[in-house]
């Protein structure tokens, strides 16, 4: 099999002539040039140039050869500059907006692997808990744990779902016994979500409406703020697992699958079009790590 690259150096020595010629318009040395002439002929088992005194000339086979020749080598030629185009479209920054337990899990390690592939494309996170509005451009892409993606406006790839659990500080747990069960729950007191986090996320409002109000002691407003006070408090909390699992002091007494949500990597379309974040929503999904989510779909 032919080399592609010995199809432009063929076409340039019938276009000058010899082999002297055409290593000055490749910028190539004269005995590559003719090495390689050589290597094509031996591969396609035809001579394609008569060789003397005065240089290199086709012999009817070559010039039998030459059209297509030409054809492939601008062909060759497009690749290039279109990839060279698409190299300078990539280049520039990505607004990213998660959650901090998403982002730590997720985003930055692949954010870190995309960058050694196109060190070109910059990033700008935020990683606070508010939803931003990609529909507004507050965000290019969004990596969003809920039910479903709601916007006519928005392009959305399903990543996985996420598991939540019970989690309690093993110090409570000791004194108090460990459930397996939502209703094996009846007694113990819980910390629970505020809104509008606790009436907007499906596996939370499940939860609250198996909880009675008298035994939820204590609301928070984030996930992190959840971590920090079941590890100081006598109560038992919902987490998601990939956090509690990773709390030292906290231990998970079971998980229900009504206790979870679906991952997306969302964007508007607007910042759809631009080819970096398509890329980089491709290598999301092709790359997202399955090891801390259930199947993806």
């Given amino acids: 099999m032919f080399e592609w690259s010995d199809i432009r150096i063929f076409v340039a020595v019938a276009s000058e002539g010899s082999t002297l010629a055409a290593a000055r318009k490749l910028r190539l040395n004269q005995s590559t040039v003719s090495r390689r002439i050589q290597a094509l002929e031996h591969a396609l088992n035809l001579t394609l140039f008569e060789r003397d005194t005065r240089g290199y000339s086709l012999t009817p086979q070559g010039s039998a050869l030459l059209d297509v020749a030409g054809q492939m080598a601008a062909a060759a030629e497009n690749v290039t500059l279109r990839a060279s185009r698409l190299r300078r479209d990539l280049s520039g920054s990505i607004r990213i907006s998660g959650a901090a337990v998403s982002m730590n899990a997720w985003g930055f390690p692949l954010i870190a692997k995309f960058r050694e592939l196109h060190p070109e494309v910059g990033f700008d996170v935020d990683t606070s808990e508010k939803q931003v509005s990609l529909e507004r451009g507050e965000a290019d892409i969004a990596l969003r744990a809920a039910d479903e ?6 392009i959305a790839r399903k990543l996985g779902v996420v598991p939540w659990g019970i989690f309690g500080s093993r110090d409570y747990l000791l004194r108090h016994g460990m459930p397996r ?8 007191d819980f910390l629970f979500y505020a809104e509008p986090m606790a009436s907007t996320v499906r596996q939370l409002e499940w939860l609250g409406q198996q909880i ?21 408090s006598n109560a038992l909390g919902p987490l998601p697992c990939l956090t509690g699992n990773d709390t030292s002091d906290l231990v998970c007494c079971f998980h229900d699958e009504r206790l979870s949500n679906p991952l997306w ?16 929503m491709k290598f999301v999904a092709d790359n997202m790590p ?3 989510l259930w199947d993806p779909i």
Avoid at 149 to 154: E, F, Q
Avoid at 212 to 232: T, Y
Avoid at 265 to 280: T, W
């Fill in 149 to 154: 993606v709601v916007g006519d406006s928005l």
């Fill in 212 to 232: 009675a109000p008298e035994r939820i002691v204590q609301r928070v407003n984030s996930v992190s703020g959840m971590v920090g006070s079941l590890s100081a």
């Fill in 265 to 280: 990597i969302v964007a508007s379309k607007e910042s759809y079009a631009q080819p970096r974040v398509r890329v980089f």
């Fill in 181 to 188: 069960a939502i209703d094996e729950c009846t007694g113990h």
């Fill in 290 to 292: 399955k090891g801390l």
